[in-house]
């Protein structure tokens, strides 16, 4: 396809501007335009910006100091139709007539002031055009350059591994490349790492989980030459891969259920896409596919109806980010929205900050303003189906749209009782409303019920009542066969660019398409009948598309090294981080095509290289040669992430419960604003404190995270977080010194060791340790938690009597015990892997 023009020049216009359908032809009709602005516009500035301006309130959603504010109107549709007065609800509006609202309120306009506005949007309703940037179609040369030039926009190439002096040191060839590197610096890497430290590593690495102790010694005394890549294939075996490595892909998925911003309105739906996640990791769905389902699941066939939800589900990507439900303009809640969506989908697959082309070129990149809106123009052609709506101050359920939901399970059966139901209902509200509408306004209407209301009251009342029993017997939501996602819209179109990112300041039109900066020969052209989301997952998903492998690959590498080839995962552009080995972040984007996209046959091939099975250990002059560790010559430790330390306390004490939860905590609340210090608030994070499942499954509402998962650096889920922060701050070890959460687990560890009667307290601290931190306690670590523990418990002893929280004494002995396990639940060992 002929890319969008690339390049927005500063050519200046100032037209007449129409709205859609005027019947005027001449663009610059001078009369017209002075007929506005001496007689129209007074009388819209005196009479309507109080109430309808983007300087006040905008009641109802409208603007009438905005041309697309007019034609697009407020909630009760367009206020303008060009050409019509008779259909133009302002003119209906400032005549008093038909069932809008009478404005302005409270004194009609006089006769001579409503014929001024009736013949202006006869004539076509002319508006004057702002300056407004024209295409000329001149490249920039500096894009140009770039393009060419730049690193990560170039074709991958086949790159030949290269020979290295001590080949007897490597395994495959990702060691190769990273030995020749480290050869080409008179360098030489570090000893293997040792079997303890190599499993708790690849454990936490695979599954986000601890090894058990008879992990540990199955591995440690199997004397097979392959016995680590029996472990490999095991842990990637494991429903907990799934659970680990989805839950890397829903940081990039800026995965939260509800909508942040200053109104927070629950996704009860949500936790169908992190379900859809978590499957497909497990069963190792190709990437490409995996990406193609995201952006256009609905379009892609299926051939069950099982198949049909599940790609349904899997649009939700593009559904689940922050929504300003409290925006008064829907043009810019529309916006906004598809910003949000350009934003997720070019960091997450392409590692590209495409965003920043909304208002003017990218000043960095190769994306001028014109792809921006190429791009939106896919995502104007879509319905956005979250289930919510914009609504400025709106209260209870005025944010929740069931019309902008997708139906699943269409194809299980109803219960025959529930359609008998809503049939009764639907004929109990049809009398109503016919008893209502023979009443509505006569004197029998007007007469006192039993309960001293009027009659049309009364029954008002219960036509309410049965219209919202309808709606929960027939809303697709209440029965749980809903789903966030997206559809192809109504209006399939190209939008126009907005001047300088402004909603309602409307440039020309741009065709959809793809960014110009990347060349994928062969890419089908935009389904002018559809959105172009599908042409789009396929231009993304492309093998001849560089950056999408290249991506991924660095994004597996970051995840198993802690650095990633390339540092700034989400950043390929000019600003982000060059590659360390550029050959190898190729020879393995080539390798995942090859095989099929597979992000499991990937990892394996990684974590099997001996460079992965590197240990921690720290030489002066290694380090003092490449502080960084970029050239590999070490396993940098990492510390564990916050769903890994919560998971390892409750796997310690033998609580975690590894069979998933039915839906979310969050999947029974009601689409209403939710205040963090509400009962609704109050009740999440009581049930995350008390669940037993992994943290992927605790209620993840924005700006409600977990507190356990909160201190330990959780992922920013108002954007795509492809390298989370790492921190090191006081609140951490105030949490682990006083939280309830870890002072409980600890107390279940040590009434997991106390038990324990063939072994002495020795035997019992060894245990601890490797429950813990992975290996058994040397003879001085033993020897102090010993005397520790007869220190801690004699001190208990000689204090007042004391109760738990339960109310029962406390066992001096127990008490001990726990706050050993405490010490070791807080160490820097259990929080790191090496």
């Given at each position: 396809m002929?890319?969008?023009t690339?390049?927005?020049?500063r050519?200046?216009?100032?037209?007449?501007?129409?709205?859609?359908g005027?019947?005027?032809?001449?663009?610059?009709?001078?009369?017209?335009?002075?007929?506005?602005?001496?007689?129209?516009?007074?009388?819209?500035?005196?009479?309507?910006?109080?109430?309808?301006?983007?300087?006040?309130?905008a009641?109802?959603?409208l603007?009438?100091?905005?041309?697309?504010?007019?034609?697009?109107?407020?909630?009760?549709?367009?206020?303008?139709v060009?050409?019509?007065?008779?259909?133009?609800?302002?003119?209906?509006?400032?005549?008093?007539?038909?069932?809008?609202?009478?404005?302005?309120p409270?004194?009609?306009?006089?006769?001579?002031?409503?014929?001024?506005?009736?013949?202006?949007?006869?004539?076509?309703?002319?508006?004057?055009?702002?300056?407004?940037?024209?295409?000329?179609?001149?490249?920039?040369?500096?894009?140009e350059?770039?393009?060419?030039e730049?690193?990560?926009?170039?074709?991958?190439?086949?790159?030949?591994?290269?020979?290295?002096?001590?080949?007897?040191?490597?395994r495959?060839?990702?060691?190769?490349?990273?030995?020749?590197?480290?050869?080409?610096?008179?360098?030489?890497?570090?000893?293997?790492?040792?079997?303890?430290?190599?499993?708790?590593?690849?454990?936490?690495d695979?599954t986000?989980?601890?090894?058990?102790?008879?992990?540990?010694?199955?591995?440690?005394?199997?004397?097979?030459?392959?016995?680590?890549?029996?472990?490999?294939?095991?842990?990637?075996?494991?429903?907990?891969?799934?659970?680990?490595?989805?839950?890397?892909?829903?940081?990039v998925a800026?995965?939260?259920?509800?909508?942040?911003?200053?109104?927070?309105?629950?996704?009860?739906?949500?936790?169908?896409?992190?379900?859809?996640?978590?499957?497909s990791?497990?069963?190792?769905?190709?990437y490409?596919?995996?990406?193609?389902?995201q952006?256009?699941?609905?379009?892609?066939?299926?051939?069950?109806?099982?198949?049909?939800?599940?790609?349904?589900?899997?649009?939700g990507?593009?559904a689940?980010?922050?929504?300003?439900?409290?925006?008064?303009?829907?043009?810019?809640?529309?916006?906004?929205?598809?910003?949000?969506?350009?934003?997720?989908?070019?960091?997450?697959?392409?590692?590209?900050?495409?965003?920043?082309?909304?208002?003017?070129?990218?000043?960095?990149?190769?994306?001028?303003?014109?792809?921006?809106?190429?791009?939106?123009?896919?995502?104007?052609?879509?319905?956005?189906?979250?289930?919510?709506?914009?609504?400025?101050?709106?209260?209870?359920?005025?944010?929740y749209?069931?019309?902008?939901?997708?139906?699943?399970?269409?194809?299980?059966?109803?219960?025959?009782?529930?359609?008998?139901?809503?049939?009764?209902?639907?004929?109990?509200?049809?009398?109503?409303?016919?008893?209502?509408?023979?009443?509505?306004?006569?004197?029998?209407?007007?007469?006192?019920?039993?309960?001293?209301?009027?009659?049309?009251?009364?029954?008002?009342?219960?036509?309410?009542?049965?219209?919202?029993?309808?709606?929960s017997?027939?809303?697709?939501?209440?029965?749980?066969?809903?789903?966030?996602?997206?559809?192809?819209?109504?209006?399939?179109?190209?939008?126009q660019?907005?001047?300088?990112?402004?909603?309602?300041?409307?440039?020309?039109?741009?065709?959809?398409?793809?960014?110009?900066?990347?060349?994928?020969?062969g890419?089908?052209?935009?389904?002018?009948q559809?959105?172009?989301?599908?042409?789009?997952?396929?231009?993304?998903?492309?093998?001849?598309?560089p950056?999408?492998?290249?991506?991924l690959?660095?994004?597996?590498?970051?995840?198993?090294?802690?650095?990633?080839?390339?540092?700034?995962?989400?950043?390929?552009g000019?600003?982000?981080?060059?590659?360390?080995?550029?050959?190898?972040?190729?020879?393995?984007?080539?390798?995942?095509?090859r095989?099929?996209?597979?992000?499991?046959?990937?990892?394996r091939?990684?974590v099997?290289?001996?460079a992965?099975?590197?240990?921690?250990?720290?030489?002066?002059?290694?380090?003092?040669a490449?502080?960084?560790?970029?050239?590999?010559?070490?396993?940098?430790?990492r510390?564990?992430?916050?769903?890994?330390?919560?998971?390892?306390?409750?796997?310690s004490?033998?609580?975690?419960?590894?069979?998933?939860?039915?839906?979310?905590?969050?999947?029974?609340?009601?689409?209403?604003?939710?205040?963090?210090n509400?009962?609704?608030?109050?009740?999440?994070?009581?049930?995350a404190?008390?669940?037993?499942?992994?943290?992927?499954?605790?209620?993840?509402?924005?700006?409600?995270?977990?507190?356990?998962?909160?201190?330990?650096?959780?992922?920013?889920q108002?954007?795509?977080t492809?390298?989370?922060?790492?921190?090191?701050?006081?609140?951490?070890?105030?949490?682990?010194?006083?939280?309830?959460?870890?002072?409980?687990h600890?107390?279940?560890?040590?009434?997991?060791?106390l038990?324990?009667?063939?072994?002495?307290?020795?035997?019992?601290?060894?245990?601890?340790?490797?429950?813990?931190?992975g290996?058994?306690?040397t003879a001085?670590?033993?020897?102090?938690?010993?005397?520790?523990?007869?220190?801690?418990?004699?001190?208990?002893k000689?204090?007042?009597?004391?109760?738990?929280?339960?109310?029962?004494?406390?066992?001096?002995?127990?008490?001990?015990?726990?706050?050993?396990?405490?010490?070791?639940?807080?160490?820097?060992?259990?929080?790191?892997?090496?």
């Amino acid at each position: 396809m002929i890319p969008p023009t690339r390049f927005l020049s500063r050519v200046v216009l100032t037209a007449v501007c129409l709205l859609p359908g005027s019947s005027l032809q001449a663009a610059d009709d001078a009369a017209r335009i002075e007929f506005f602005e001496k007689k129209v516009r007074p009388l819209l500035v005196n009479n309507c910006y109080n109430c309808h301006s983007a300087s006040t309130n905008a009641r109802g959603g409208l603007r009438v100091d905005d041309r697309n504010g007019l034609l697009q109107g407020g909630s009760s549709g367009p206020a303008v139709v060009p050409g019509q007065p008779d259909k133009s609800l302002l003119i209906q509006a400032v005549r008093y007539a038909g069932d809008v609202s009478k404005m302005p309120p409270k004194k009609q306009l006089a006769a001579e002031e409503i014929a001024v506005l009736v013949r202006w949007v006869q004539d076509g309703a002319a508006w004057p055009r702002e300056a407004v940037p024209v295409v000329t179609g001149k490249p920039s040369p500096k894009f140009e350059q770039l393009r060419k030039e730049h690193w990560a926009w170039q074709p991958l190439r086949d790159v030949q591994v290269p020979e290295v002096q001590d080949a007897a040191w490597t395994r495959s060839d990702i060691d190769r490349f990273i030995l020749a590197g480290l050869e080409a610096k008179e360098l030489k890497p570090v000893r293997d790492a040792e079997r303890a430290t190599l499993l708790r590593r690849v454990t936490f690495d695979l599954t986000g989980l601890p090894p058990t102790p008879a992990q540990l010694d199955d591995f440690i005394h199997d004397p097979s030459a392959d016995a680590f890549e029996k472990v490999v294939d095991r842990l990637l075996a494991s429903p907990a891969f799934g659970e680990r490595w989805g839950r890397h892909w829903l940081d990039v998925a800026r995965y939260g259920e509800s909508t942040g911003s200053g109104r927070n309105v629950p996704y009860p739906h949500a936790w169908r896409y992190r379900d859809y996640v978590i499957d497909s990791f497990n069963s190792d769905k190709p990437y490409d596919r995996f990406i193609r389902e995201q952006i256009a699941g609905d379009l892609l066939s299926a051939d069950t109806p099982e198949q049909r939800d599940e790609l349904l589900v899997a649009t939700g990507f593009l559904a689940l980010g922050v929504k300003d439900v409290n925006q008064r303009f829907k043009v810019r809640f529309i916006m906004d929205n598809i910003d949000e969506q350009i934003d997720t989908v070019t960091r997450s697959v392409l590692a590209l900050t495409a965003s920043c082309a909304r208002c003017h070129d990218h000043k960095f990149d190769p994306i001028p303003t014109t792809d921006y809106y190429a791009l939106a123009g896919i995502f104007h052609s879509t319905d956005l189906c979250a289930g919510v709506r914009n609504k400025m101050g709106g209260s209870g359920l005025d944010y929740y749209d069931t019309t902008m939901l997708l139906e699943v399970g269409k194809g299980q059966p109803v219960d025959p009782r529930t359609v008998a139901k809503v049939e009764e209902v639907k004929l109990e509200l049809q009398k109503c409303q016919a008893e209502f509408e023979a009443i509505r306004g006569q004197p029998a209407g007007m007469a006192k019920g039993p309960n001293g209301q009027p009659k049309a009251t009364i029954v008002r009342q219960e036509m309410t009542r049965l219209q919202n029993q309808l709606l929960s017997l027939t809303d697709v939501a209440a029965q749980g066969r809903a789903a966030l996602g997206v559809r192809d819209g109504k209006q399939i179109g190209d939008t126009q660019i907005r001047i300088r990112g402004e909603a309602e300041r409307l440039g020309p039109s741009v065709p959809r398409g793809f960014l110009s900066l990347i060349d994928v020969p062969g890419a089908a052209p935009v389904n002018p009948q559809q959105s172009g989301r599908l042409e789009l997952a396929h231009w993304l998903t492309s093998d001849k598309n560089p950056l999408t492998p290249r991506v991924l690959a660095n994004r597996v590498w970051h995840h198993l090294f802690g650095s990633g080839l390339v540092r700034t995962v989400d950043n390929f552009g000019v600003t982000g981080d060059t590659p360390s080995h550029p050959e190898l972040l190729d020879h393995l984007a080539r390798q995942l095509v090859r095989d099929g996209w597979s992000i499991k046959r990937l990892v394996r091939s990684v974590v099997v290289s001996r460079a992965y099975q590197l240990s921690g250990d720290s030489e002066a002059a290694l380090h003092l040669a490449d502080p960084a560790n970029r050239l590999v010559w070490r396993h940098s430790p990492r510390r564990l992430d916050a769903e890994e330390i919560r998971d390892a306390m409750l796997a310690s004490g033998g609580n975690l419960c590894l069979s998933p939860p039915e839906a979310s905590p969050a999947s029974a609340m009601k689409v209403m604003e939710l205040r963090n210090n509400s009962a609704d608030a109050q009740r999440l994070e009581e049930a995350a404190q008390t669940s037993l499942h992994r943290s992927l499954y605790l209620p993840l509402l924005r700006g409600l995270t977990p507190r356990a998962l909160e201190v330990f650096d959780f992922a920013q889920q108002g954007m795509v977080t492809g390298d989370r922060d790492t921190t090191t701050v006081a609140t951490q070890a105030l949490y682990l010194l006083n939280d309830a959460f870890v002072r409980q687990h600890a107390r279940t560890l040590a009434d997991r060791l106390l038990p324990r009667t063939a072994l002495d307290d020795v035997g019992r601290i060894h245990l601890a340790y490797r429950l813990t931190v992975g290996r058994a306690a040397t003879a001085a670590e033993a020897e102090r938690a010993r005397r520790y523990l007869v220190d801690y418990e004699a001190a208990v002893k000689r204090s007042p009597p004391a109760r738990d929280a339960s109310g029962q004494p406390l066992q001096p002995r127990t008490e001990a015990w726990s706050s050993l396990c405490q010490a070791l639940l807080a160490s820097a060992e259990f929080r790191y892997v090496r």
